[in-house]
């Protein structure tokens, strides 16, 4: 006989005369009738072996390129690995693995389940490379929970995920190359960023993370204070809704670090202070491009009353093309490159 209990948002079933299940496998449910899932394999990635239940209990072999239908909405797959080590998934970007959907299905638990039966905190280079790629029928994501990162291992994870509307969180403090590198690229249902608590960055790390996530409206906090090369590259590049930059506090800059990160931002309001005492190879070049809210001129006047200053409060000199194009295309008197040491005035907010 079956009881249901309610555990962390959902009804589950439960044995009388046993202790309740509860479950974490990674887990698929259907928004609309008749959906369906599978994965396919591209090429030759790391040999896998999986199964899936529909209940949480009884557990049946997958075959990939096999599909699943959900035939009534809120019907249920679980996926997990079979193997108690870690197993990775795609292993380059030739050789991997991407579930295929159709209809309307929502991600919850775990993911980490399809690389060791009992989940794991590590990943490798390439794991989860492009595994919803174009999956415009999932509209909710599941949890992410690796703390150890690996190069690539997120990269174009969510490509083109449509109806997306909530992000991931994202627990990892130490990054790897290229790991969330347009991990959301083309979510434009994607609402709010997830928390980014990271200490160590890595080269390109955050390149393109929000790039064309025309609905998002908030900035994660960037607390961190030591950047990597092409870290925050074109980073929310045409968030065509985000009105408000986060504080960029690093003090050390490196070639490419903030290159077009808020390009074609045309409702951001507020413009960052911009603290580096060191400069780098096109470390700002084209920041702010195109972002038609932002107002800057050469002399004070009623309206343009906040003092802006590149560098905030130091003199240093410009290296190769630090400056180009940071305010090309933004509004008013000024609109193109700023001169260092020079004092603009701007109506916006300074954050």
Do not use: H
Not at 222 to 229: D, G, K, N
């Amino acid at each position: 006989m079956n009881v249901y209990i309610w555990t962390s948002g959902e009804l589950k079933n439960a044995y009388i005369g046993e202790a309740p299940y509860e479950w974490n496998e990674l887990c698929f449910t259907a928004n609309t009738a008749n959906s369906t899932i599978k994965l396919r394999k591209n090429n030759s990635p790391t040999a896998v072996t999986l199964e899936t239940s529909t209940d949480g209990r009884n557990w049946t072999a997958y075959t990939i390129w096999d599909t699943i239908t959900l035939s009534n909405i809120w019907d249920k797959v679980y996926w997990r690995n079979t193997s108690t080590t870690d197993t990775w998934f795609s292993t380059s970007s030739s050789n991997d693995y991407r579930f295929v959907m159709t209809g309307s299905i929502a991600w919850s638990w775990d993911v980490n389940y399809l690389l060791n039966k009992n989940s794991t905190t590590s990943l490798s280079t390439y794991c989860f490379y492009w595994l919803f790629y174009w999956c415009s029928s999932l509209t909710a994501s599941p949890t992410l929970p690796a703390t150890t990162l690996a190069t690539r291992c997120y990269y174009f994870m969510f490509y083109n995920c449509t109806s997306l509307t909530t992000a991931p969180t994202l627990p990892a403090t130490t990054l790897a190359e290229y790991c969330y590198y347009q991990m959301f690229w083309w979510c434009t249902w994607l609402i709010t960023a997830p928390t980014l608590p990271a200490t160590t960055l890595a080269d390109s790390c955050y390149s393109s993370m929000f790039r064309w996530c025309t609905s998002l409206a908030t900035a994660p906090t960037l607390p961190v204070t030591t950047l990597a090369a092409e870290c925050y590259n074109q980073m929310f590049r045409w968030c065509t809704s985000l009105t408000t930059a986060p504080t960029l506090p690093a003090t050390t800059v490196t070639s490419y670090c903030y290159y077009y990160m808020f390009r074609d931002c045309v409702n951001l309001t507020t413009v960052t202070k911009l603290p580096a005492t060191t400069l780098a190879t096109n470390c700002y070049a084209g920041m702010f491009y195109w972002c038609s809210k932002i107002k800057l001129s050469t002399t004070k006047t009623w309206e343009y009353q906040t003092a802006y200053r590149i560098p905030t409060t130091w003199t240093w000199t410009s290296w190769t093309f630090s400056l180009n194009y940071v305010f090309d295309n933004t509004w008013w008197t000024f609109t193109w490159t700023p001169t260092i040491n020079t004092t603009y005035y701007t109506s916006n907010t300074v954050v």
